[in-house]
């Protein structure tokens, strides 16, 4: 038995995601309506039985983990590889004023996984920080006496990288795996005595 299944959920609506502005690494904080999000989708996450619950340590994320531990009864473990790519001097600002700036940087960001926003990380970084989370699970659940789901939660952009990293997609078609809705999910999983994740479903949500 080992790890057979890893679930990726995005946190709920943010203060900064009503206003359109970038977060990156800025601490913003989850409305109402996110809090709800994550009530909401608690317990459709619960029905995959996740053995362990692990959230990046931005409080929006560890606020939607707290949401899905009221539920399933899990203790929340935090974890700083998930947090969202650091966009350096872009946190904070709107695309809007990022493109009246520097036209064609967010086009460029998007399609080169190998650029860095100014003062932050490229997602080549993201992925290399993030990744080796669930390998070091992996690890510490190839003995296991039953198969594993776990569920990490964290960012649109980190877990976008993870999907890309996991299933060995060329860095070429990372651009090509699109965002993540608020507190929607990926999942990735495996056949029995099979190493290859296989992408399962992906921006699911609770339907409205």
């Known amino acids: 038995m080992s790890l057979r299944r890893v679930v990726l959920l995005r946190h709920g609506q943010t203060d900064h995601n009503v206003e359109g502005r970038m ?12 809090l ?16 362990r ?20 009864g899990l203790t929340v473990e935090h974890d700083r590889r998930l947090r969202e790519t650091d966009l350096g001097d872009w946190g904070g600002q709107s695309i809007v004023e990022i493109e009246k700036n520097t036209p064609g940087a967010i086009d460029t960001w998007r399609s ?3 650029w860095r926003p100014p003062g932050g990380e490229t997602r080549v970084e993201v992925v290399a920080r993030s990744v080796p989370l669930v390998e070091e699970l992996d690890a510490e659940y190839a003995e ?3 198969d594993v789901t776990v569920l990490l939660v964290a960012h649109s952009g980190v877990i976008a990288g993870m999907v890309s990293g996991l299933l060995d997609l060329p860095q070429t078609v990372w651009p090509a795996v699109g965002g993540m809705g608020n507190a929607h ?11 290859m994740w296989r992408l399962t479903a992906y ?6």
Do not use: Y
Not at 186 to 195: D, E, I, T, W, Y
């Open 23 to 34: 977060q990156g690494h800025i601490d913003s904080t989850l409305t109402e309506t996110g």
């Open 36 to 51: 709800r999000q994550a009530r909401d989708a608690a317990p459709q996450l619960a029905r995959f039985e996740p053995t």
């Open 53 to 72: 619950l692990i959230s990046s340590d931005l409080s929006r994320a560890a606020r939607t983990a707290d949401e899905v531990a009221a539920v399933t």
């Open 112 to 114: 080169d996984p190998s």
């Open 144 to 146: 296991a006496d039953a």
């Open 185 to 195: 999910w990926a999942v990735l999983g495996r056949r029995p005595g099979k190493s």
């Open 203 to 208: 921006n699911m949500g609770v339907a409205r």
